[in-house]
C-alpha cells in the first residue's frame, strides 16, 4: 500500500495557481473564437449596435427594381417630417434627381413632385415637338 502524500499548502496553492491559470487560457481562446464567429456573421457590427460603419437603410450595393411603393412611403414621411425619410427609397429618390436634372438641362424646369421612370421602352430617346411648339428633350440612352 502507498503510504498518503503529506498535505503541504505550498503544493495546494501552486496547483490551484496551474489550475486558475489554464481556466484563464480556455476564457480566453473561448473570447477570440467568439470574436472571430461574430466577425465572420456580422462583418458589419452586431444588429442594433452603434458601431462605425454600420449601415443603416437601404444598402447601397445592392441592386433592385425601382419601387413605386417604396417612393410613396418616403413622401408620406418626408410630408409628416418624420427623421430618416429618405433611409429606405435611396435608389427612387436619386433616379428622379437625374431625370430632373437631365431634363433641367434642356430647358424644362419642375417645381415640386418626384419625377418617375416610365420604362426604357416607353422613355423617348429622341426631341418630341408638341402641338404647342414645344420641344421636349428625350432621354439618352
Given at each position: 500500500?502507498?503510504e498518503?502524500?503529506e498535505?503541504?499548502i505550498?503544493?495546494?496553492?501552486?496547483?490551484?495557481?496551474?489550475?486558475?491559470?489554464?481556466?484563464?487560457?480556455?476564457?480566453?481562446?473561448?473570447?477570440?473564437?467568439v470574436?472571430?464567429?461574430?466577425?465572420?456573421?456580422?462583418?458589419?457590427?452586431?444588429?442594433?449596435s452603434?458601431?462605425h460603419?454600420?449601415?443603416?437603410?437601404?444598402d447601397?450595393?445592392?441592386?433592385?427594381?425601382?419601387?413605386?411603393m417604396?417612393?410613396?412611403?418616403a413622401?408620406q414621411k418626408?410630408?409628416?417630417?418624420q427623421?430618416?425619410?429618405?433611409?429606405?427609397a435611396?435608389?427612387?429618390?436619386s433616379?428622379?434627381?437625374?431625370?430632373?436634372?437631365?431634363?433641367?438641362s434642356?430647358g424644362q424646369?419642375?417645381d415640386?413632385?418626384?419625377?418617375?421612370?416610365?420604362?426604357?421602352?416607353?422613355?423617348?430617346?429622341?426631341?418630341i415637338?408638341?402641338?404647342e411648339?414645344?420641344v421636349?428633350p428625350g432621354?439618352?440612352k
Amino acid at each position: 500500500m502507498q503510504e498518503p502524500e503529506e498535505f503541504s499548502i505550498e503544493t495546494a496553492i501552486t496547483d490551484m495557481v496551474e489550475k486558475v491559470n489554464g481556466i484563464g487560457e480556455k476564457v480566453s481562446d473561448i473570447e477570440d473564437r467568439v470574436e472571430k464567429a461574430e466577425k465572420a456573421q456580422y462583418p458589419y457590427g452586431v444588429p442594433g449596435s452603434r458601431v462605425h460603419g454600420v449601415r443603416t437603410g437601404e444598402d447601397p450595393l445592392s441592386s433592385r427594381p425601382f419601387s413605386l411603393m417604396r417612393l410613396n412611403i418616403a413622401l408620406q414621411k418626408r410630408a409628416s417630417n418624420q427623421p430618416g425619410w429618405n433611409d429606405n427609397a435611396k435608389l427612387e429618390l436619386s433616379l428622379s434627381e437625374r431625370l430632373q436634372k437631365e431634363y433641367s438641362s434642356c430647358g424644362q424646369v419642375f417645381d415640386s413632385g418626384e419625377l418617375v421612370p416610365l420604362g426604357a421602352d416607353l422613355m423617348p430617346t429622341s426631341d418630341i415637338e408638341t402641338e404647342e411648339g414645344k420641344v421636349l428633350p428625350g432621354i439618352k440612352k
